[in-house]
Each structure stands twice: as C-alpha cells, then as structure tokens.
Nanobody
C-alpha cells in the first residue's frame, strides 16, 4: 500500500504565500514523478506542477513564475511553494506520485493524496 499525506493548506491573503508539502509512505520500489493537481467535484484533476526523479519540471501556465515545485528526497516527498497567490488560486490541491512497485517491471502506479484546501481571500 502506498499513501500520500499532504499538509500546508490554509487561508492566505491575495499576494501572500503558502507552502504545500507531501510525503509518500508504504511499499514501493521507486518514485518516477510527483506533482500537484487541482481537484474539483465531478471533474478530472488538473495538473498544476510536476517534477520527475531527474528534476524536470512542468507548470500550468497560470502558475508559471509564481509556484515552484521541488523534491524532498529525505521525506520521499514534494513541496509546492506558492507565491503571489491570486483570488483565482483557491482550490483543493492534491498530491500525486507515480511509483514503480518492483525492479522487474516497467509498469507503474499513480497514487493520489486526499488533498489540502487553499483559500485566498481578503
């Protein structure tokens, strides 16, 4: 079983900052990639930022230059530094991880956390 635990969400004023953290635990061989997704009820998850084990990153256009994703290898995790937050940024942010289960298969498993709420308001 692989689990992701998120933290760091909360209420912040426009222009402020938050740092989201996610840590993976359980049984897996390696982590190929981790990231953060937006979660809306009844809709597919929308990618905010991703980072691979090699350090390559991608960002949604709406957060480029404001958010930074980074690996935290000591915790088998990932962080999302969110700066200059806007009123359109509030959402449930879900962590994900793509993990391999064994060393003898090319397959992988994608796991999502439960999400952490970010609210931007005056």
């Amino acid at each position: 079983q692989v689990q992701l635990v998120e933290s760091g969400g909360g209420l912040v004023q426009p222009g402020g900052s938050l740092r989201l953290s996610c840590a993976a635990s359980g049984s897996f061989f390696s982590i190929r990639a981790m990231g953060w997704y937006l979660q809306a009820p009844g809709k597919q998850r929308h990618t905010v930022a991703t980072i691979t084990s090699g350090g390559n990153t991608t960002y949604a256009d709406s957060v480029k230059g404001r958010f930074t994703i980074s690996r935290d290898d000591a915790k088998n995790g990932v962080t999302l530094q969110m700066n200059r937050l806007r009123t359109e940024d509030p959402a449930v942010y879900c962590c994900y991880a793509e993990v391999t289960l064994t060393s003898v298969t090319a397959g992988s498993l994608k796991v999502w956390g439960r999400g952490t709420l970010v609210n931007v308001s005056s």
